[in-house]
């Protein structure tokens, strides 16, 4: 339950109440006074700024009129309770009451208004108080309004109100003359009042319900402002002025279409006013792509609304948006050129906008054109440099150019005692307290200062030598430090809050760690994000975190009255407000999920706290297809965004919330993130399910399949559906229903408790193919009920529903079909029930802790292992890479120097590798502890942010003659480099990323053919078509694998694809023959029954250590060539080695029979 007691005065209390486990109740509250209950009310009043924080559906507010018997004539203690016997919700007000009597009673004696109308102006009209210049044709009539004692404030400007437009002797004329000049004003809440404070026996004219119509719609009161504007428009169609402002209220309402014949109806009443023209084009845009992801998309509009919008842009009126709005249409469609140029114009035609600036800002990024992005968020900084998205804007671009070209490494002396202030002149990136030879500035600058450093310091020094100025400076906007204060104390602030080089002596870290969990909506349970957030939140308090969950609001705040135990807040995004937050609430971990990510970068980097980002939508990382920033029907094509490696670079950790997800980072970004699934909680004793009677779908935005399942539902009319208004409005869903013309279609608003609804459910169905699901929570919310679950063929939906459910095309027959068997097949329907389960039990929440304390765990001690290059070097160094992750007590980061693309799949087991980077990742910048090479990453050492990179090539050099095989090589030089020990077993630890082999119930053998090219041929077996001929006829399936020129006559082809996806097909292998190549160390790695086939290469160094492996080696006075002189060079080197062929198919068939251990060898043994 939560709730606030807002406002108390003579005449009403105010506040808010509301119960988060039911979000649509309307709650029973009470009211004490001095420990005395004096009222019990519901809390049903709707109010927007509720409804914009996540507060249900806004209408949780309260405001009672008061009754003078409650007051004592001293002070009096209000508090607010709910339900009305429970402790007091938020903190109690002191209240005095004006002598001698209530402000209510004596505005009802006085004037003719009833009671509740004068207890909502006292509510309202407090923005009278202080009465305006355009008010002084009111002045007479005010001065003819005896005040009485007592009153101030607002209960003086509702007796104003009433004193003036009250008295029944007023008419229409008079009122309008009073009231114009406060609608110039726009002090709309005294037009309100004027307005209904007119007699109801004198109804008000169209100029006056134009007037009341859009004053109620600069209140927020939308559905009023529909209703009086509608009014006007049946007694003077003509007024398109006024209708101009329908159209806007009905937009507000998100009924587009109706907006749009009204703004039709204004264009054609004046075709070349451009506001008219702006939002014409604007209510086109959204119809255009479906309300982004609310209605079905009509593209049909598209290009009408780009008509409109050029001709509002050429008007001589237009305001600086309308170029904006073109921009953003334009670049959605790819036409990045026109779009950047309309941009240039708009800026150059309004440069004193600093909004227009900030738009630019957006739009130069987005269209990847990155020093115009910094030039306009430099301009707009010199506008307003205070305003929050410019500040943002700044940063961010700033921190993105440092990414091409870093900041150059200059230094200036700043005097300890200047002001702070005195620290915002000059441009140099780094500041000494004290004076500094320029070379040895330049030295450590180069030697240590990372672009996570906010300060370093000499070897021994006790304290740092330079200070990052852009820290500094971020303190001071920030208010942590004031403009007056002495330089020494924001470098004494700086010493203690940034990040420093290098690291001091670590202080142990507090008993319990303060954590913030940020999304954008925070403790509102939006969506899957914040569901996720919330059961996190329980996992960080178990591993002893102090755990506070964030949204973003308007201003800083912290909520005192926890919820399950967890503190809630808001939470600025202007860069300064969220860094003094964090520093004010002694936060040293921020959870960030997608939304709030780059916001958390702008404002902490530097900061000594460690940042954990999950990718749980595309927000932050793909370019958005639309004018809209949240709206991805489509994510396939989408280019990234180039902000995000900003993220990447600077998140301790970096995960992702499903595989695909996982796979999407990948494929843009060269990342490999460890993967912690956004799942639902365990439900504990739940019944077995028994198949309600009704069709469920949990959300009824169009983007989420709610068009498409009224289609299906059309197609089973004696089938009853439901579709829960979770994120959408349940009347316009009715709406649609009622147009669709069914009647087994229900609606209902979201509720808290989802399990009746999967108990009356006999199918769930995830139809989401316009929003592409990152993960999916209902459908493994659904398995967790036992419910059979029919989902879209996008996105991370087939794989929750692999072995359990089944994922169907956009074809509502297919769906129809599935839907007609799972009612009509008892036996069916428990088989997929019954799957259901099973794959929920595959998925426990109880996994979830673990994985958490190893994210955690590695983001504590950051250590990086750089691989190469060779599909099999990479091999040999897993058994390294789980080595140091079992010896470190947590598991490392690695970088990947491939060969080619699609290896980085090889090193990340998720017990053992945090992130996997590939060269082309932005890995660069980010912070390390300790970086180790082996062997095989090469010579070069690229510029790593971290004073400690060791160099296993600084130890030994590894070549195929070597004493050790490569894997125990990699285990020894590393020992020697870290100071740790190995034991050789621990060089045969081979694994393959995450998978797991398992013998099939089926013999197939697989076969790889092939090896690199040009030398490396002579290590190709040329009797694989024979070996394949003598297997079939013994019965055995035999299938071909690696590359398609790699086929063998007569097999099953399982060629081509990329190498994780070869991998998994060669799960189903029972036994494989190969060649020295990577697909052979796969298999060995795998623990796949293998035969080995060796003669020129070296299998001391290169060949299969697992027991499950066999090696057929040629031995002979040559072999093997690539080490014995003079053949290395008369035949390795020139490719001419022939030995392969003396392998006989025989042996190769008796390798495969022989007991695992037993290795075949020709002439002498290995």
């Not at 399990?755 to 967790?784: G, K, M, W």
């Not at 006989?1144 to 029979?1153: G, I, K, W």
């Amino acid at each position: 339950m939560r709730g606030r007691l807002e406002s108390v005065s003579g005449a009403c209390v105010g506040g808010w109440v509301w119960n988060e486990a039911a979000p649509g109740e309307r709650v029973v509250f009470a009211l004490r006074v001095n420990g005395h209950q004096v009222h019990v009310g519901v809390a049903d009043r709707p109010r927007g700024d509720l409804l914009k924080h996540g507060i249900g559906d806004g209408g949780h507010a309260f405001s009672t009129p008061c009754d003078p018997a409650w007051w004592s004539a001293q002070r009096n203690l209000v508090t607010l309770h709910a339900p009305p016997d429970a402790a007091p919700l938020g903190d109690a007000i002191s209240f005095a009451p004006p002598p001698p009597a209530s402000v209510l009673e004596t505005l009802a004696a006085r004037y003719w208004m009833p009671a509740d109308r004068l207890a909502a102006l006292l509510r309202d009209a407090s923005d009278l108080a202080s009465p305006s210049a355009a008010e002084g044709s009111l002045a007479p009539i005010r001065a003819a309004a005896p005040p009485l004692p007592g009153l101030v404030g607002a209960e003086a400007a509702a007796l104003l109100a009433n004193s003036l437009f009250g008295a029944r002797d007023w008419d229409e004329d008079a009122l309008a003359r009073a009231v114009e000049p406060l609608v110039r004003a726009r002090s709309w809440q005294a037009v309100e009042l004027a307005c209904a404070s007119f007699p109801k026996d004198a109804p008000l004219s169209p100029r006056m319900l134009g007037w009341r119509g859009r004053a109620l719609l600069a209140l927020g009161r939308v559905e009023e402002a529909i209703s009086t504007l509608t009014q006007l428009k049946a007694l003077a169609p003509e007024r398109h002025g006024d209708l101009f402002y329908l159209g806007l209220a009905l937009a507000r309402r998100g009924l587009w279409a109706e907006a749009l014949e009204e703004f039709e109806l204004c264009v054609a009443r004046d075709p070349a006013r451009s506001r008219y023209l702006h939002e014409a084009g604007r209510a086109m845009m959204q119809l255009a792509f479906g309300c982004y992801g609310v209605r079905a998309p009509q593209p049909r509009y598209l290009e009408p609304a780009l008509a409109a919008l050029r001709r509002a842009l050429a008007a001589e009126d237009a305001e600086w948006r309308v170029g904006f709005d073109l921009a953003a249409l334009l670049a959605s469609k790819g036409e990045s050129d026109e779009a950047a140029a309309i941009v240039e114009t708009s800026v150059r035609r309004w440069p004193t906008r600093a909004p227009a600036l900030v738009e630019a800002t957006r739009l130069a990024l987005r269209l990847g054109d990155f020093p115009r992005a910094l030039d306009y968020a430099e301009r707009a900084a010199a506008l307003d440099g205070a305003h929050d998205a410019i500040r943002f804007n700044l940063r961010l671009v700033r921190h993105l150019q440092e990414l091409d070209v870093p900041a150059p490494g200059d230094c200036a002396r700043a005097d300890p005692d200047a002001p702070c202030d005195s620290l915002r002149a000059g441009s140099s990136q780094w500041l000494a307290a004290d004076a500094l030879d320029p070379a040895e500035a330049r030295r450590l600058i180069a030697r240590r200062g990372f672009g996570w450093a906010a300060c370093i310091a000499e070897d021994g020094a006790d304290s740092p030598t330079l200070w990052r100025r852009a820290f500094l400076l971020a303190l001071l906007d920030a208010g942590l430090a004031r403009p007056d204060d002495p330089v020494r104390a924001v470098l004494q602030l700086a010493q203690t809050l940034g990040r420093r080089v290098p690291a001091p002596a670590a202080a142990p870290e507090p008993d319990s760690p303060r954590i913030l969990l940020l999304s954008r909506h925070g403790a509102h349970r939006f969506g899957g994000g914040e569901h996720f957030l919330a059961s996190m939140a329980t996992l960080y308090r178990d591993m002893g975190f102090d755990v506070l969950i964030a949204g973003q609001g308007g201003r800083n705040a912290v909520h005192p009255d926890a919820a399950e135990g967890v503190v809630h807040a808001t939470v600025s995004a202007d860069p300064a407000a969220l860094l003094r937050f964090v520093v004010e609430q002694r936060i040293g971990w921020v959870h960030v999920i997608s939304g709030m990510a780059l916001e958390v970068v702008a404002a902490l980097r530097w900061l000594d706290v460690r940042i954990v980002h999950g990718v749980h939508f595309w927000r932050d990382m793909l370019t958005p297809p639309t004018p809209s920033p949240g709206f991805y029907p489509e994510v396939d094509r989408l280019p990234p965004r180039r902000e995000f490696a900003l993220v990447a670079q600077d998140a301790d950790v970096l995960y992702a919330n499903s595989p695909y997800t996982r796979d999407m980072i990948e494929a843009r970004f060269g990342l490999r993130a460890p993967v912690l699934e956004s799942r639902p909680p365990d439900v504990e004793g739940a019944a077995p399910a028994r198949g309600g009677d009704e069709v469920l779908l949990v959300n009824s935005r169009a983007e989420k399949g709610f068009d498409f399942l009224l289609k299906v539902a059309k197609l089973l009319p004696d089938i009853a559906f439901r579709a829960v208004a979770s994120q959408s409005d349940r009347a316009a869903a009715e709406a649609e229903v009622a147009q669709a013309g069914l009647d087994n279609v229900a609606i209902q608003d979201a509720v808290a408790d989802m399990a009746d609804l999967y108990a009356n459910a006999r199918v769930v169905c995830a139809p989401s193919f316009h929003f592409i699901e990152t993960f999916s929570r209902v459908v493994l919310e659904a398995q967790r009920f036992g419910i059979p679950v029919i989902g879209a063929d996008k996105g991370n939906i087939p794989h929750l529903l692999a072995r359990s459910g089944v994922a169907l095309p956009e074809a509502s027959e297919l769906w129809a079909r599935e839907i007609r068997r799972l009612f009509d097949d008892p036996g069916y329907w428990r088989k997929r029930s019954a799957a259901a389960r099973a794959a929920s039990e595959e998925r426990p929440f109880s996994a979830q802790a673990p994985r958490l304390r190893r994210l955690i765990a590695a983001a504590r001690a950051p250590f990086l292992l750089g691989v190469g290059s060779g599909l099999g070097n990479i091999i040999h160094a897993t058994p390294l890479i789980g080595f140091l992750a079992r010896k470190l007590g947590r598991p490392i980061d690695v970088l990947v120097a491939g060969d080619h693309d699609g290896m980085t799949f090889i090193p990340a087991h998720p017990d053992y590798a945090n992130h996997v980077f590939s060269t082309r990742a932005a890995f660069a910048g980010r912070r390390y502890d300790t970086v180790l090479l082996t062997h095989s990453f090469g010579q070069m050492v690229p510029p790593f942010a971290c004073e400690t990179v060791l160099q296993s090539r600084a130890v030994d050099a590894f070549t195929p003659g070597h004493a050790l095989h490569e894997a125990e090589f990699n285990l020894a030089t590393a020992c020697r480099l870290l100071g740790l020990t190995y034991r050789p077993e621990e060089a045969r630890d081979y694994f393959i990323g995450g998978y797991r082999y398992e013998p099939p119930p089926e013999p197939l053998i697989g076969l790889h053919a092939g090896s690199k090219a040009g030398l490396w041929a002579s290590k190709r077996w040329p009797h694989y078509r024979e070996l394949a001929r003598m297997l079939r006829l013994r019965g055995f399936r035999v299938a071909s694998f690696g590359t398609p020129d790699e086929y063998v006559e007569g097999t099953i082809d399982l060629t081509g694809g990329s190498i994780e996806e070869m991998t998994r097909r060669m799960l189903a292998c029972s036994h494989f023959v190969a060649n020295d190549s990577g697909v052979m160390n796969i298999a060995n790695a795998l623990g796949i029954p293998l035969a080995a086939l060796f003669a020129p290469t070296n299998p001391r160094t290169r060949g299969p250590l697992r027991p499950t492996s066999r090696v057929v080696a040629v031995r002979s006075a040559c072999s093997p060539c690539e080490i014995v002189e003079p053949y290395r060079s008369a035949k390795f080197k020139t490719g001419e080695c022939r030995c392969m062929a003396e392998i006989p198919v025989e042996a190769v068939m008796a390798a495969l029979d022989l007991p695992h251990s037993c290795a075949v060898e020709l002439g002498v043994a290995q």
